[in-house]
């Protein structure tokens, strides 16, 4: 479903990641400009979030019961699979790929994929089972509200803290 080509595109962005760790890694590339891109990477993930806040009010908005959705799924087929390569190429990534930097180069690419393949198997089970639950319970409008409502909010303090603006009620970000 949508989930696991969401997850593909997350994957991908941790992938393209992964691959400029171990440019660094092996002397390819020199990163002058990493500051800037984490900035930049913060204020595209933000937008995302909200965007795709916006986008779910809308649908709640427009939802009517009985409405399975499928007519809708091609219409956002290559949107979801771009978001989620975008929010894989968020600098947080470098957490997970990060030790690659510190492996020789086999054992460095194989650390690389195994994030990806952990990153796409994780989030596959995770949205099969909020799929699941999502299905079960009575108030599907109430649902998409209150993510879109949690995804604006969250993309909202991304942006900020990524254009320099500190947030007392998320501290870290």
Do not use: N
């Amino acid at each position: 479903g949508l989930g696991a080509l969401w997850g593909s595109g997350h994957a991908a962005g941790q992938l393209i990641v992964g691959l400029g760790c171990l440019a660094v890694h092996v002397g390819l590339v020199r990163l002058q400009w990493s500051s800037m891109l984490g900035q930049v990477s913060g204020v595209l993930v933000g937008l995302s979030l909200m965007a795709i806040g916006v986008l779910g009010f809308t649908e709640a908005r427009d939802y009517e019961e009985g409405d399975v959705g499928e007519a809708r799924r091609d219409r956002f087929g290559w949107a979801t699979f771009v978001t989620g390569v975008l929010h894989g190429l968020s600098l947080d990534a470098i957490i997970f790929v990060a030790p690659a930097l510190a492996l020789p180069r086999l054992a460095a690419a194989l650390h690389v994929l195994g994030v990806v393949g952990g990153t796409l198997l994780s989030m596959g089970v995770y949205t099969a089972l909020l799929s699941a639950v999502a299905r079960r319970l009575p108030r599907p409008k109430l649902i998409s509200a209150g993510a879109s409502s949690i995804a604006v909010f969250l993309g909202a303090a991304i942006l900020a803290a990524s254009l320099g603006v500190t947030t007392s009620f998320l501290p870290g970000l």
